[in-house]
């Protein structure tokens, strides 16, 4: 094999060769010159090769090209394939995160682009033009067409840079009018006496804009898309500096309020004053508009007054967790055509979203979006709590903070089992019990009435015995009205119950997890939540669903990086991870769970606004105040 690929190599130099000697002469020859490279230590034997393998073929008539082609066959034509190669894999194993980091940048590009046309804009109308060009003009337009173009560019440059917040947020809006300010904008740079070249940059913005339509898909209002505070100094900054620029540009021309009426050609002073009158005015009225915006009423509704549609949307959820909507105590926000719905609770002036929106997966970005506005509009904060890593994108693109708080533990049902040494304390208790003739059943929602009371009081014995509160919102809490709406499985013995818990079902049977689990302190054996757990997920595999949920983490999995709040963040929750089991068991609750070998996957919260007042709000809603939090 050695010897065929040497000979390989050489036929591939021996083709190109002007006059081509006895072939195992030259082989011989190739392969003394190949060593020499290879004893070099150049990168393939560039220079030595050559230099050995001419002085020994004896002749150097056209051998530098005929080497320098079998360098472009044999090394350069093969990495360009290897490289097209792996970056087609590369797509192709990575087309869904490729199409959204695209989907993503577009419209932060193109913002990017219609701010910086505003910018040109405002600095050609703010400096003199070139005065060949303004004679040029003066030959073949009326002074008119002149001046009605300088006070326009300088209009539509302030429209384009407070444009392009509202092409970054995707609104449909801002895209049409943007491509009218630019045709505009394009027109007035041509008759104002600005140089070609400018003019040749609003129009390539203008081409990369027309043909990016789709990414343009959200309805709203310009006055009620707020401008955030970073892009409100940024555009501040701009406009004092093109004033700045057009006063200084001509400092030597001293004021007089004749300026004001001058309009000649070749003065540009007077020019720049209006244009300065017009940028403040514009400006002064787009502030007063949005200032005096009315703030938008709450839109919401509550459970009892949408449990139909609800319950349409939740057949096709596959978020098990989105069953908390029935615990009553969150509004619901329905997209417009109701095929997804937000649940919220509310403290203080803080809205507090219960995970990712449910429903049709299409609708999932535009939700958010309504929802951030709506709730920006209401001049509220906004959290959304336990939220997965697939829709991270989603709360990126509207501008909100991302952080991690724990990670929620999933078994695979298909691959579950009780062999092993790791599961020999599970697969004893199991044994244990089930020789012990404890057994599961499962009551349905429509049969569960006649076991409320029984229930009821299993769950105030371990309440009481445990010194907890019932927690609201993020977890349920025992209310007969809350439990009719669920499955319950309950381990038995003699027909008494000794602990049970609360099903939820996702709508696609993608999984299965429990919400209340509680058991008779006083009567059941040591075991009983492994057993009712294994028994559980025993039942969900027979019943074709493919996970079992058990719940979150909290602060799991947090790491000691990044810099600026995350860093703060990450270093505050894993000191608390550590050391904050007076109020909360986290690693315990982590060492639990690890029992069943689970998957662990992210979850992170993304809010809007201050991150201590809101998290002090998030605790206080789920705890039913601060109090109720130190207490447990």
């Known amino acids: 094999m050695g010897f065929t690929d040497w000979a390989v190599a050489g036929l591939v130099l021996y083709l190109f060769l002007p006059e081509k000697p006895d072939f195992f002469l030259f082989l011989g020859i190739f392969c003394l010159a190949q060593f020499a490279g ?5 990168p393939g034997g560039i220079g030595t090769f050559e230099f050995v393998f001419i002085n020994l073929l004896g002749s150097s008539n056209g051998i530098l090209a005929a080497i320098f082609l079998y360098r472009v066959v044999y090394y350069l034509v093969p990495l360009i394939g290897a490289i097209i190669t792996y970056i087609i894999m590369e797509f192709t194993s990575k087309t869904e995160k490729i199409a959204r980091t695209y989907e993503f940048l577009v419209p932060v590009l193109l913002a990017a682009f219609c701010f910086t046309s505003g910018i040109i804009l405002l600095v050609s109308g703010s400096i003199p033009p070139a005065i060949s060009r303004i004679t040029f003009l003066e030959k073949i337009i009326p002074l008119g067409v002149l001046e009605i173009s300088h006070f326009l560019g300088s209009i539509v440059g302030i429209v384009l840079i407070l444009l392009s917040y509202a092409i970054k947020n995707r609104i ?8 009218c300010t630019l045709i505009l904008g394009i027109f007035s740079l041509l008759f104002k006496g600005a140089g070609y070249g400018t003019a040749s940059v609003l129009l390539l913005v203008l081409i990369l804009l027309i043909p990016s339509k789709k990414f343009f898909y959200r309805k709203s209002s310009l006055f009620h898309n707020g401008i955030n505070l970073e892009w409100t100094v940024l555009i501040v900054m701009v406009l004092i500096s093109s004033i700045w620029l057009g006063l200084f540009s001509y400092n030597k021309t001293p004021y007089s309020d004749l ?11 007077p020019r720049v004053l209006r244009a300065i009158f017009a940028i403040g005015l514009f400006t002064f009225i787009f502030s007063i508009i949005k200032i005096l915006r009315p703030v938008t009423q709450e839109k919401y509704t ?4 949408s449990k139909e549609t609800v319950d349409e949307i939740m057949r096709d959820s596959s978020d098990s967790e989105s069953n908390l909507v029935y615990l009553n105590d969150k509004r619901i926000y329905f997209s417009d055509n109701k095929k997804a719905f937000i649940m919220y609770g509310k403290y203080q002036n803080t809205r507090i979203v219960m995970g990712d929106p449910v429903g049709d997966e299409n609708e999932i970005s535009e939700i958010i979006w309504d929802y951030y506005l709506d709730t920006k509009n209401s001049l509220e904060s906004i959290i959304f709590y336990e939220v997965g890593k697939e829709n991270l994108h989603y709360y990126l693109d509207i501008g909100l903070t991302i952080l991690k708080i724990g990670e929620e ?13 790791k599961k020999k304390t599970l697969r004893y208790t199991y044994n244990k019990l089930t020789k012990e003739e404890y057994e599961i059943k499962i009551i349905k929602k429509e049969e569960i009435e006649p076991y409320l009371d029984e229930l009821e009081r299993i769950s105030d014995i371990w309440l009481e015995t445990k010194k907890v509160r019932e927690k609201s919102f993020s977890l349920g809490n025992f209310t007969k009205e809350y439990m009719r709406n669920f499955d319950t499985a309950v381990i038995t013995k003699d027909n008494e119950i000794y602990a049970f818990a609360n099903l939820f079902y996702s709508g696609d049977k993608n999984e299965i997890s429990i919400d209340l689990m509680r058991y008779d302190v006083d009567k059941a054996p040591n075991g009983i939540m492994d057993f009712l757990f294994m028994k559980i997920m025993e039942y969900g595999k027979e019943n074709g669903y493919k996970y079992f949920n058990l719940g979150m983490a909290p602060l799991s999995g947090i790491e000691d990086r990044n810099t600026g709040l995350v860093n703060l963040w990450n270093k505050a ?19 639990f769970k690890n029992k069943f070998d689970p998957e662990w996957k992210p979850k992170y919260v993304a809010f809007y606004g201050n991150p201590f007042k809101i998290v002090s709000n998030t605790v206080s809603l789920i705890s039913g105040g601060m109090k109720g939090f130190f207490k447990k």
């Open 38 to 42: 290879v004893v070099s230590n150049l």
């Open 573 to 591: 929750g894993i000191f608390i991870y550590k050391h904050g089991n007076h109020f909360y068991n986290f690693e315990g609750l982590k060492k």
């Open 302 to 305: 509550c459970l009892n007054d």
């Open 259 to 269: 300026l004001w009426w001058q309009f000649e050609f070749h003065k540009g002073a």
């Open 172 to 179: 449909n809006l801002a895209y049409r009018i943007s491509i």
């Open 409 to 421: 533990a999933l078994v695979n049902l298909g691959d579950f089992s009780l062999k092993g040494d």
